[in-house]
């Protein structure tokens, strides 16, 4: 039920960045094409400009001509009418500018036969009229009607050649301008469309990521909703627990009292019974000193054995449920105990705890080290003194023969919680039973030593109850090493 | 004990065997005054304040009181001889029981409890500690109580 929308979501998610990113680079390469577009038309307009220009060279060389040519008409003229002073030097010069002028055409339309042919024709015809307008001022005598009209013919030829060339040039760039006007269309067009695929792109993205932000809302509310449910069964299922807890602790309490009364009885008149049996044994004596056929050798093993057996049977069997009562009743009344933390030295209290058993330590010759780098931590006192008291008088109970005991206890701060180990080399704990030793009335290995199976259940009690846990690491004759693990800080039940 | 009067003593106990074996070792005391049971807190009551052979209106008495008894809680019934107004809020009350706990226990000295005994349950202690209660019944002097009206 969880694992579905999870990998929906993951996909979904997926599928949003994909988009995002498509758009994203959608976008940067519509900008490199306007900005490509835009770098070529320019590059175009300059070439435009350029050609442009050449045109109008070509123009001015080509009026150029035209004037020359009227130059040298004036010069003749003003020869013709006698004012050779004046128009004499004036005549070569504009045939000199003629001459520059053609070239001046021919360099710049190198590209462009038409003009070429064009010029060919012009040097030519332009040759020819020299020659004849220095003959006409040489010898005054041919001023022919026939020469002068050769003259004219070939001027008008001239003056219709450059005509064409500028008619040609007038064309070209009328078709560049064309072009040019293209070119710039086309890079509005592209500019045009580049931009409404932007706003395209935008609008796409924008609304890609609010329907995503939109559904983050939506599951960041569903999570919110879902942790605060999760708070309430937390919150919930703690109240069961405790409700559930003191009802064990009362029940316990409540039967462990109630087995008391009957076993007041069962030891009371066991104690009758067995002063009942002095006056009897007494009778059997007095009466077997007087005549010992009167007494039947059953009567005799009833009197003297059977019912002192039976007796004693019934003493332990009560003196050991006796104990486990107690037992029950110290667990039940420690749990209803009021755990009271306050801030504790740990080190000082593991001494504390060595010094109480020093007796017994020094006695088996055990050598017990406390670390001086435990960490404090606040708690409640007497829970922690009694989880140490009995982890270390185990330590001490159960040494392995033949080896001198050493016991270490440790502890240090880890992520907020102080993890204390009492450490021991002695008989160890069978894996399998790991778990089982701390079960009440459980014990484990060789039943060698004085115990009713308490101590670790009641420690593991205690450590539960002071928000922690308890385990231990052992195998067979290497040892033991209880952890206990338990918050720096104790928080009360209520806040837990 | 006073000698005038013989003082009775009133032991509420369920369980019978207790009740057996506190008689018998109060007898072994050599305290010999009339003891009643009862096995519940209802008839006991009835006894105490209005049995016309009942203390309330025939002479002293002392009542030994189990906690634990089938119908009412013992401290209901040390609350009630204990109460303002009482005949018997003057009778000495011993409490005999097999509760230890803290809380009980002051809360029987706050109803005016006179002796809080947990019952041992090793019966050796157990014996011993009635004994020494027979001992301590055979010194005690227990005050008149007022005419009932």
């Known amino acids: 039920m969880m694992a579905a929308p999870q ?57 150029g001509i035209r004037l020359a040519l009227e130059q040298m008409r004036s010069a003749r003229r003003g020869f013709a009418l006698g004012l050779r002073y004046d128009s004499g030097a004036a005549y070569p010069e504009a045939v000199s500018t003629l001459f520059a002028r053609i070239d001046g055409v021919r360099r710049l339309t190198r590209d462009n ?10 040097e030519r015809m332009a040759g020819t009229l020299d020659l004849l307008f220095r003959r006409s001022m040489e010898s005054s005598e041919i001023r022919a009607e026939r020469a002068e009209r050769e003259r004219q013919r070939l001027a008008g030829q001239v003056e219709g050649v450059a005509s064409a060339m500028l008619a040609e040039e007038r064309g070209l760039l009328t078709k ?100 009942a049996i002095a006056p009897l044994q007494a009778l059997v004596d007095t009466v077997e000193a007087r005549d010992a056929g009167l007494v039947d050798p059953d009567v005799r093993l009833a009197v003297r054995e059977d019912l002192p057996e039976a007796v004693g049977f019934i003493r332990t ?59 404090d931590l606040v708690s409640d ?56 030793v701390f079960d009440l009335f459980r014990r484990s290995g060789e039943q060698d030593q004085p115990g009713e199976g308490i101590g670790l259940a009641h420690v593991r009690a205690l450590a539960y109850r002071l928000q922690g846990t308890i385990s231990v690491e052992s195998e067979l004759d290497k040892g033991a090493t209880f ?14 | 004990m006073n000698a005038e009067q013989a003082v009775n003593i009133v032991m509420i106990e369920d369980d019978e065997g207790h009740a057996r074996l506190i008689e018998k070792n109060i007898r072994r005391a050599g305290i010999s005054n009339p003891i009643h049971h009862f096995v519940d807190g209802t008839s006991g009551l009835r006894f105490l304040f209005e049995a016309p052979e009942g203390p309330a209106h025939n002479g002293p008495a002392l009542v030994l009181l189990d906690l634990n008894l089938p119908d009412m809680s013992g401290t209901d019934i040390l609350s009630r ?33 006179n002796v809080y005994i947990t019952k041992p349950v090793n019966y050796e202690n157990f014996a011993a500690a009635i004994r020494q209660l027979g001992l301590f019944l055979s010194v005690i002097q227990v005050p008149d109580l007022e005419e009932p009206k």
């Not at chain 1, 989880?387 to 005991?405: D, F, M, Q, T």
């Not at chain 2, 204990?82 to 097999?98: H, I, W, Y």
């Open chain 1, 7 to 63: 990998t929906d979501e993951r996909q979904a998610e997926r599928r949003f960045a994909r988009t995002v990113l498509l758009l994203i680079m959608l976008g940067f390469g519509l900008v490199s094409l306007a900005g490509l577009s835009a770098f070529a038309v320019m590059m175009r307009g300059e070439e435009q400009t350029e050609l442009v220009d050449h045109t109008y060279q070509v123009e001015r060389q080509v009026i």
């Open chain 1, 113 to 122: 036969p038409v003009q070429q042919r064009n010029v060919e024709r012009i």
């Open chain 1, 483 to 496: 952890t206990i693990n338990l918050p720096a800080g104790y928080v009360g039940e209520g806040s837990a």
């Open chain 1, 381 to 436: 006192r007497l829970g922690i003194e009694q989880i140490l008291s009995n982890l270390v008088e185990n330590a001490v109970k159960y040494l392995k023969a033949g080896r001198p005991g050493e016991i270490r206890i440790t502890g240090r701060i880890e992520h907020g919680r102080v993890i204390i180990q009492v450490a021991d080399n002695g008989r160890g704990i069978n894996p399998r039973d790991h778990e089982r």
């Open chain 2, 81 to 113: 001889i204990k109460a303002e107004g009482s005949a018997l809020r003057r009778a000495p009350v011993v409490v005999l029981t097999t509760t230890d706990d803290k809380i009980e226990i002051q809360r029987c000295y706050d109803l005016g409890c």
């Open chain 1, 317 to 375: 069997s009560t003196q050991k449920m006796d104990r486990l009562i107690n037992a029950i009743l110290r667990l039940s009344r420690e749990g209803r105990r009021s755990i009271t933390p306050e801030p504790l030295d740990l080190g000082a209290i593991a001494r504390s705890v060595v010094d109480a058993l020093r007796h017994r330590i020094d006695e088996l010759g055990v050598t017990v080290t406390v670390s001086d780098r435990l960490p």
């Open chain 1, 176 to 275: 560049r301008s064309d072009a040019r006007a293209d070119s710039m269309m086309l890079f509005y067009i592209v500019l045009g469309f580049t931009g409404v695929l932007l706003v395209l792109v935008g609008l796409g993205s924008i609304a890609v990521i609010r329907r995503y932000t939109s559904e983050l809302k939506g599951s960041r509310e569903e999570l919110r909703r879902l942790a605060d449910t999760l708070e309430d069964a937390v919150a919930e299922r703690t109240t069961d627990l405790q409700r559930a807890n003191e009802e064990i602790q009362r029940f316990a309490y409540i039967v462990s009292h109630d087995l008391r009364s009957p076993l007041v009885n069962v030891m009371g008149f066991t104690a009758e019974l067995e002063a």
